[in-house]
C-alpha cells in the first residue's frame, strides 16, 4: 500500500528555520512527482514546492523562493522541504502529496496519494 507520512512541524519564532520530511512507504520517489501544499486558517491549500526526477528544476511558490528548499534523499524514501527565514504567513498545515508517472504538477487535483498535514506555527 502507497503511503505517505509527513512529520516535523512544530513552532518556531520569526526568522527560525524548520525541516519537515515525508517518508515513503510502499514505493520510491524515483517513480512519483512530489509537492508540499499548506493550508492556513480561513484560506485555500495552495502549492509550496514541487520536484521530480524526471524535472530538472524544482517548483517554488512566489512566497517562498529563496527561502525554501525541496530535495530528495539518494535512497528516493524521503523528500524534504528546508524552511528557512520562516515569517508568520508561512504558518499552516503542510501536506506532501505524490503524482504518480513523469513530472509534477502544481494543481493539488493532479495529485494521487496525499499524506496527513504537519502543523507549522511561526510566532512573530
Known amino acids: 500500500e502507497v503511503q505517505l507520512q509527513a512529520s516535523g512541524g512544530g513552532l518556531v519564532q520569526a526568522g527560525g528555520s524548520l525541516r519537515l520530511s515525508c517518508a515513503a512507504s510502499?514505493?520510491?520517489?524515483?517513480?512519483?512527482?512530489a509537492g508540499w501544499f499548506r493550508q492556513a486558517p480561513g484560506k485555500e491549500r495552495e502549492v509550496v514546492s514541487c520536484?521530480?526526477?524526471?524535472?530538472?528544476?524544482?517548483y517554488y511558490a512566489d512566497s517562498v523562493k529563496g527561502r525554501f528548499t525541496i530535495s530528495t534523499d539518494n535512497t528516493g524514501s524521503t523528500v524534504s522541504l528546508q524552511m528557512n527565514s520562516l515569517k508568520p504567513e508561512d504558518t499552516a498545515l503542510y501536506y506532501c502529496?505524490?503524482?504518480?508517472?513523469?513530472?509534477?504538477?502544481?494543481?493539488?487535483?493532479?495529485?494521487?496519494?496525499w499524506g496527513q498535514g504537519t502543523l507549522v506555527t511561526v510566532s512573530s
Open positions: 502529496a505524490i503524482i504518480k508517472g513523469w513530472g509534477y504538477s502544481t494543481y493539488e487535483e493532479d495529485y494521487d496519494v
Open positions: 510502499g514505493f520510491t520517489f524515483d517513480d512519483y512527482g
Open positions: 520536484i521530480s526526477s524526471g524535472v530538472s528544476s524544482p
